[in-house]
């Protein structure tokens, strides 16, 4: 089965600590990225990444770190720095063979980040 | 900068009855137009794809149109069931994106179909 699998479903942090969130996909795509979703919104990119070792900040990047270590895997940290950081996270990928399909985006069921 | 628009923010519609959703972009020069749908504390599942050098997507009871001069495109979805009912979101990438290719994302229309 090909897709998007995201890590946990829901996590709570207690104000001061790192949290990792944990995105794999085995759709042998290129191009990963890290959205966040409040109440009401629509989404926003935090970072994207085109190529292993590669990434570039979003629209929202303040607060958050990413690596890029292995083509299957783009985890996303929520640092301290982070003020407001209880939201939807989603995680994405891109790179279908298709010339037509290589637009697409599909995204991974998400993680719910509560600050306690 | 790119700004995407949907409108109503939520609509409420009998079973049976055709729908249309609306799409609005402020920018003309993208690559396409993506809707999603969105189930509740769920991701997104794309729906359909739309080329900008195209006019039409289908699948299933789901027609999806684009008018890119205009900055337009709807989603119609015909004889609606309580099953369609979720948030259905649209997102174009802007050719301003380059290589990048990151959608901009409206704020999405809460579909609630009544039994």
């Known amino acids: 089965d090909g897709g998007i699998t995201q890590s946990p479903k829901y996590l709570f942090r207690k104000e001061g600590q790192n949290v990792t969130l944990s995105c794999e996909q085995n759709?042998?795509?290129?191009?990963m990225y890290w959205y966040r979703q409040d109440p009401g919104q629509g989404l926003r990119l935090i970072y994207y990444?085109?190529?292993?070792?590669?990434?570039q900040k979003g629209d929202i990047a303040e607060g958050y770190s990413v690596s890029r270590e292995k083509k299957e895997s783009f985890p996303l940290t929520v640092t301290s720095a982070q003020k407001n950081p209880t939201a939807f996270y989603l995680c994405?990928?891109?790179?279908?063979?298709?010339?037509?399909?290589?637009?697409?985006?599909?995204f991974g069921p998400g993680t719910r980040l509560t600050v306690l | 900068k790119q700004e995407v628009t949907q409108i109503p923010a939520a609509l409420s519609v009998p079973e049976g009855e055709n729908l249309v959703l609306n799409c609005s972009f402020t920018?003309?020069?993208?690559?396409?137009l993506q809707w999603f749908r969105q189930d509740p504390g769920k991701g997104l599942t794309s729906l359909l794809l739309?080329?900008?050098?195209?006019r039409e997507q289908t699948s299933g009871r789901l027609n999806a149109s684009l008018d890119k001069s205009s900055g337009r495109s709807t989603l119609y979805i015909a004889a609606s069931q309580p099953g369609d009912s979720a948030t259905y979101l649209c997102?174009?990438?802007?050719?301003?994106?380059?290589?990048?290719?990151?959608?901009?994302f409206g704020s999405g229309t809460q579909l609630t179909v009544l039994p």
């Open positions: 994405a990928s891109r790179g279908g063979t298709s010339p037509l399909r290589s637009n697409e985006q599909f």
């Open positions: 759709l042998n795509h290129d191009a």
């Open positions: 990444s085109q190529i292993v070792n590669d990434f």
């Open positions: 920018d003309s020069a993208i690559y396409n």
């Open positions: 739309i080329q900008s050098s195209q």
């Open positions: 997102a174009v990438t802007p050719i301003s994106s380059g290589s990048a290719r990151q959608l901009t």
